[in-house]
């Protein structure tokens, strides 16, 4: 557990330029095995190392490292956040040597003793390092929701977005190459008055802002659509009421249950906020899923959904009577994932093969980690995580505002994606939102943070055997 210089590590590293692209969200018209932890983990893996190879051009020996670190260090991540409180100093893994780097600001010096027991705890003493960092995550948050505010006018004309850079230690000014050089200028000005490191990156106006994408008319046909038979999963396919006769299609995301389940007892199927977008029958009607033979199950109606700087999330209420939940009867079939056949990076993933969903939302998305997704529109893909708390606007959304919290990541996604699940070693991470392009070749993507929007949501995602842990 070297403590090494901060400049001395990133001077290593080969920094990840911005390369941000115009992003879609991803909504569109239109019993597991009992190793399921096991075998999932070991067709994951492969994607996970193509993904570190293509992204950042490690050698697959490395990038195999990477990939065990990250498994290696399981779930530290949470218990060191909650240990430090407001000292946390953000965490990132280092993919160039295979390492887990915690940052240490002048705050974090009195909590080293209790961090280190953690890391010994974890047996990933010899994986880790404390990197020396100028400001606490909370620090950063707070200068980047003040140029979230500034930028405010930029980015409603998709020409700024922000993000955080935790290996940089550093809040990330995304600036569309159109904004004039006069404008650029008062802002590195004002970076520099800053009491945390701000940069600035300068990238094609092509490339920034996020977008909203429908498949304009659907029906169901085998050729269009896999379909999942009761019990409702994350990774369905799941539709609305017809409107105007076509359908909104998206995938659901995991099963969750209230942070109140005394007052709020129904069982909830999480999603993203836009799906209800495009007319009132889309968030007052009853939504469906359909089985292998295309026969419609109802699931119940929209409880709640916000597109803003929480994020893009929603769950419908699955207390309906007679509904899909109802009609299967089986809740410790709800804490797994569908995969819906499809490509699962250089391989094909098993058809209706589910995996088990262990963890929750409380678990923090972290940089250079290698989570996938599974969707309607994509299957099953993997990515590296580039930034964290992404703030921009999303093309197409009915709010019009910004949204936060969000995840950017270097997997490509589909339409129909919206909605679907984000996860990590079998924990839940979080609710697709966008992407660019198609697969396998699109790319980056975005998905709602559920680590930092869960309260939020007042949703808590459902571990195994039914419990919510």
Known sequence: MAVIDARARHACLTRLAVTGVMLTALASFGAPPANAATAA???????QVSALMSRLGITEAIATQDVETQDAVGNLPSAVEEALGNAYAGM?????HARFDIGVAPTTQSSLSKIRSLVAEHRVDGLTDFVP???TYGQLLASKTGWDARLGALANRHEAKTMLDASQNAVVLALSADVSAQEVTALATATTEDSVNVRIERIAPAHLGSAVTYLGACTFTPQLADYCDPPLVAGTEIFSPPIGGYFKICTGGFMAQSILPEQYPDHYLLTAGHCFDGGSGYQTGQWASADHQEHAHAIGFLGYRYEDARGDAAFIDLSLEHSYWEDSNSWGWYPYLYTPGKLWGPK????????????????PNVQYQTPCHSGFGAGVHCG???YTEVSERILGEESGQIIGHL????????????????FFNNYAMGIMVGGQGGCPSGGPSVFDDLHATDH???????GSVGTVE
């Open 133 to 135: 960092v100028q400001s």
């Open 456 to 462: 939020a949501l007042g949703m808590k995602v459902v």
């Open 407 to 422: 995840v950017q990541n270097s997997a490509c996604a589909e339409h129909g994606d919206s909605g679907g699940p984000w």
């Open 41 to 47: 983990a070991s067709l994951e893996k492969p994607a």
């Open 384 to 386: 590296v995580t580039e």
């Open 348 to 363: 094909s993933w098993p058809e209706d093969y589910s995996i088990n969903i262990v963890g929750t939302n409380e678990t």
């Open 92 to 96: 990132w893994f280092d993919p160039w």
